[in-house]
């Protein structure tokens, strides 16, 4: 059984998520000087697997990081990047 929330990050650093439940999580993604934010509920096959795959960590796609380090991420996202609405 696993405890929520949950923090994982993509290999490559350019995104950050927080895993609610097994149906749903926030993504803060980044691109150049804009960061992006979005709340997933899973609907759909896909991103139910997508979840999944993150809590399982999918190879080495996605690493476990902490609360800390995901807030420490939020933060430099909103202080030193513009918004991007998706």
Do not use: H
């Not at 929330?5 to 290999?11: C, M």
């Amino acid at each position: 059984m696993q405890s929520f929330p949950q923090y994982r990050k993509l290999n490559n650093g350019k995104s950050y998520y927080k895993i609610n439940s097994t149906a749903d999580f926030i993504e803060i993604g980044t691109m150049g000087q804009y960061y992006w934010e979005v709340a997933i509920t899973a609907k759909i096959l896909p991103e139910r697997v997508m979840i999944e795959d993150m809590l399982n960590g999918m190879g080495e796609t996605y690493i476990a990081i902490t609360a800390e380090e995901f807030e420490e991420f939020l933060n430099i996202c909103t202080t030193q990047k513009q918004k991007k609405v998706v």
